[in-house]
């Protein structure tokens, strides 16, 4: 895997993408990890070892995290969604399965609503859509700086190996697109856009999202399926990468099959 830069179209903004196999685009199936808010690229590394060779492989980096330096443009959905669209035409992807965690599926989620010709399908795992005021209060208050330091020595510590000495301007930018996420985020009428097959994943003990709530966001998707994931919660380090994977191969191959010609 090879890491290169793509720079942004709407303010010439510059971030890391790591990239492997994808020079044959139209040929291999292309799928597009992206991490959650305040993670970085390297909490999908487990998963992507495993991903057979015949795939290609992007691995996102968020502006402002990791490796990339602290942008000047606020965090907003539309922002990172065109980040991932500029990264696809980058690499002159046509069709791209996407692979997201947390704000990572609500990012692929947007996309596939906006470019329906360009995702062929979408995991999205741990991603909450139905919001209610205690738990944005609750989630809000977790990735404060302040109370990462006061309390959460050990958050603080896994902050600094993935962000640097950023990490509080990561966190309080994130603050920024939570509450946009939470107050004027997309609706369930938007959902009827997004067209293709969308796998919606929920651990059985993720401390954020009903399992009920998922099953709801599945059924308001013309498409979609929902997966629970025994004994996980909502961080990603607690699902299973083998049979997560798994998971993710099978929804590959139903797309590419069914997007092949029918043979008389």
């Not at 920024?176 to 059985?204: F, R, W």
């Not at 013309?222 to 961080?235: D, E, M, N, R, Y």
Request: proline fraction near 5%; charge should be negative.
């Amino acid at each position: 895997m090879k890491e290169i830069q793509v720079t942004s179209s709407t303010d010439l903004y510059k971030f890391f993408v790591s990239i492997d196999r994808i020079i044959d685009t139209e040929q291999r199936p292309i799928i597009v990890f992206i991490p959650g808010l305040a993670s970085s690229k390297e909490q999908w590394k487990e998963f992507i070892s495993l991903i057979p060779q015949q795939f290609g492989v992007i691995s996102i980096e968020l502006r402002s995290h990791g490796k990339n330096s602290v942008s000047a443009s606020p965090l907003s959905l539309f922002q990172m969604t065109n980040d991932l669209l500029d990264i696809l035409n980058e690499v002159n992807a046509t069709s791209v399965h996407i692979v997201g965690y947390s704000l990572g599926g609500y990012i692929g989620l947007n996309a596939a609503m906006i470019k329906p010709n360009l995702v062929k399908s979408l995991t999205m795992h741990a991603t909450k859509f139905y919001w209610e005021e205690s738990i944005f209060s609750t989630m809000n208050m977790l990735i404060s700086p302040e109370l990462l330091l006061e309390k959460n020595p050990k958050a603080v510590e896994n902050m600094l190996q993935d962000h640097g000495d950023k990490w509080q301007e990561v966190l309080k930018a994130g603050q920024l697109i939570l509450s946009e996420v939470y107050n004027n985020g997309l609706k369930t009428q938007d959902l009827m856009h997004v067209k293709c097959p969308v796998v919606v994943s929920v651990g059985a003990n993720d401390e954020f999202i009903q399992i009920q709530d998922a099953l709801e966001l599945s059924k308001a998707l013309p498409k979609g399926t929902l997966q629970v994931i025994p004994f996980a919660k909502h961080s990603l380090k607690t699902a299973p990468p083998q049979s997560f994977v798994s998971s993710i191969l099978d929804t590959i191959q139903f797309c590419e099959k069914a997007s092949k010609p029918k043979q008389d």
